[in-house]
């Protein structure tokens, strides 16, 4: 696997692997490895508790594709959407601290923000924010990876309308999530990141996590991220988010999320100290919105439920009987995982240093059903074959689209898209150029007069994005397409 031996990688791999009672199958490794391979995963950081034992802390594979360095225990991945559930915890600290509620309206915390519908605006509540339920245009949350500036995207909000009623849909939002993370900062007087630090980070010995984008630039021990096309690996830049605060600005290694996993399973105590109220934990693991499974997961989809929801910063939905509390973290490059059970304090914690490789849910159920004692369950094989319906069957080839032969100049211009940030392109130095918030894409014409959109900072990865062109009836550029968003030519 990318250039090392499964045998050796077998032989090298570095772990922290406790032989408790709970101890995981002999086997365990080599199937792992195994899996790895077959779902093209590089590297993977994997972390086990149980009983508030810490059974597994591993690195498997290589951090780098160019480099072939081991993971390790603690080699530092993103975490993506894990994040979420320590903004949570951070509230829930402050509610015991008398200064919060979960109901508190984020308009008293924060009383200039504004929103277009005054309704929302006066009663969206951090618990509303942790359940993703607001209702507001995607667009909000797009805005915010167009600006890479969360308060950029919250003064845009005023011009978001709303695309559902108030609570009644869960639709999933960063940027009205972070804004609990704007509140800890209000109550405190601290940034979200230090009260992190201080309040989780250093009373659990989470020393190798991260929250900001200086100190993961300069971690010695990183894992890089990559992407798979075509059959292919590429590795790509790393995701600095700390842009996305209490959305996703984690970044942390195995060692230190078994501790974390620990800390949750003992409802909120940690070496004998309560540091939070059991309640909170158990109200953040709550269901507060109903979901349909098929609509989030395909791997959610692959069994049958008794219930599927959101918490507080958490999933929340039944298996085999039992009560899971789980979250998925995804950003360019990286996957993570986080599983509980809580009834049994079972704890699951999978990194992976490439982009959307559902291995993470296939490992995580594999780790369940061995504590569990369930037997016949192949995940991996099963979830496979839902990730890669191509493996099943020939493609049948797609409809050829015709482009308009549309002139560079043609192109170049402002088109506008209510609610967000004008697409501005361009002629830079004799390349064409798409420019939209602080992003930035260049634009390469083809033999078929498409215009194929390549990444500046990955310019060696393959790219099959076009960019939609729309002309009126006078062949004059009208309208352009981006991402599935319509900019419309300001005149």
């Known amino acids: 696997m990318r250039n090392l031996s499964l045998t050796l990688l077998i032989a090298i791999v570095s772990t922290f692997y406790v032989n408790a009672d709970n101890a995981l199958p002999d086997d365990f490794d080599t199937t792992v490895l195994a899996e790895m391979e077959k779902w093209h995963a590089p590297g993977l950081g994997l972390a086990v508790v149980k009983d508030g034992k810490t059974l597994l802390a591993k690195g498997y594979g290589i951090k780098s594709i160019k480099t072939n360095e081991l993971v390790n225990a603690d080699t530092v991945f993103q975490a993506g959407s894990t994040t979420k559930a320590f903004a949570s915890m951070a509230v829930a600290m402050l509610i015991d601290d008398g200064v919060l509620s979960w109901d508190d309206p984020i308009i008293k915390h924060i009383p200039e923000f504004q929103m277009k519908d005054k309704y929302v605006q006066n009663n969206l509540t951090l618990r509303d924010a942790f359940s993703h339920n607001s209702g507001v245009s995607f667009l909000s949350n ?44 209000r109550v405190t007087g601290k940034p979200f990141h230090q009260f992190v630090r201080e309040r989780i980070f250093r009373p659990l010995g989470m020393n190798n996590s991260l929250l900001l984008d200086a100190e993961v630039a300069t971690a010695k021990n990183r894992a890089e991220a990559h992407q798979r096309i075509n059959g292919q690996d590429y590795q790509i830049i790393y995701p600095y988010i700390e842009y996305s605060q209490a959305a996703g600005m984690l970044n942390s290694t195995p060692n230190d999320m078994a501790k974390w996993m620990t800390f949750l399973t003992a409802g909120g105590v940690w070496e004998g100290e309560r540091l939070v109220s059991e309640a909170h934990v158990r109200e953040m693991m709550s269901p507060q ?89 192949d995940w991996s094989s099963t979830l496979y074959d839902v990730y890669h319906p191509e493996a099943q069957s020939a493609p049948t080839g797609g409809k050829v689209t015709e482009h308009p032969d549309v002139s560079i100049d043609a192109l170049k211009g402002t088109y506008d898209l209510k609610g967000s940030y004008p697409l501005i392109i361009r002629d830079n130095g004799g390349k064409l150029v798409a420019h939209l918030g602080v992003t930035r894409t260049d634009l390469v014409r083809q033999a ?35 991402s599935g968003l319509t900019f419309t030519r300001r005149n």
């Open 289 to 377: 919105m109903l979901l349909k499974p098929e609509s989030i997961y395909p791997a959610a989809a692959s069994y049958t439920h008794d219930y599927y929801a959101y918490g507080l910063a958490w999933f929340v939905h039944d298996y085999a009987g039992e009560k899971v509390a789980m979250h998925t973290g995804s950003i360019n490059g990286m996957s993570a995982i986080l599983g509980l059970i809580p009834d049994h304090n079972i704890g699951v914690y999978v990194f992976i240093n490439s982009d959307h490789i559902e291995y993470r849910h296939a490992l995580m159920y594999k780790v369940f059903d061995l504590f569990l004692g369930n037997e016949g369950n």
């Open 142 to 185: 797009v805005n915010m990876f167009l600006s890479k500036n969360l308060d950029s995207a919250w003064g845009m909000m005023s011009a978001n309308n709303q695309q559902a009623s108030f609570r009644r849909v869960w639709d999933y939002n960063n940027t009205i999530f972070a804004l609990s993370g704007r509140v800890v900062e």
């Open 448 to 482: 078929d007069n498409s215009y194929l959109l390549v990444d500046p900072e990955n310019p060696d990865l393959p790219s099959n994005n076009n960019l939609g062109i729309i002309v009126n009836d006078e062949g004059r550029v009208s309208a352009l397409t981006l």
